[in-house]
Nanobody, 125 residues
Framework: QVQLVESGGGLVQAGGSLTLSCAASGLTFRRYAMGWFRQAPGKEREFVAAISWNGGRTYYTDSVKGRFTIGRDNAKIALWLQMNSLKPEDTAVYYC??????????????????WGQGTQVTVSS
């Protein structure tokens, strides 16, 4: 059974930092492109960042470029999202997701086969 479990969310002041982690089990992690998405209340789930199976390619939505960094360690089966200079508009539930076999990870949530349950990030002004 595939499980993706996010952690590291919380409440932080604007300008602060958080690092989200995603623990994966039940899948061959190194064969999956991985993504981070977020969903704010009343809004659709949106793409945040993605990384190819080997970490060679990373993609970010424009609003987080220069502030967020996605990374992975296949040997440790670890995925993270380092978030710096957080803004109130970053407040959302953050999800990690897995997309099998993609050299060029998608920004479309429908392309991802597996999802975590999400972790809340709240940025106060």
């Amino acid at each position: 059974q595939v499980q993706l479990v996010e952690s590291g969310g919380g409440l932080v002041q604007a300008g602060g930092s958080l690092t989200l982690s995603c623990a994966a089990s039940g899948l061959t992690f190194r064969r999956y492109a991985m993504g981070w998405f977020r969903q704010a209340p009343g809004k659709e789930r949106e793409f945040v960042a993605a990384i190819s199976w080997n970490g060679g390619r990373t993609y970010y939505t424009d609003s987080v470029k220069g502030r967020f960094t996605i990374g992975r360690d296949n040997a440790k089966i670890a995925l993270w999202l380092q978030m710096n200079s957080l803004k109130p508009e970053d407040t959302a539930v953050y999800y990690c997701a897995g997309d099998f076999g993609k050299d060029y990870p998608s920004q479309e949530p429908t392309e991802y086969e597996y999802w975590g349950q999400g972790t809340q990030v709240t940025v106060s002004s």
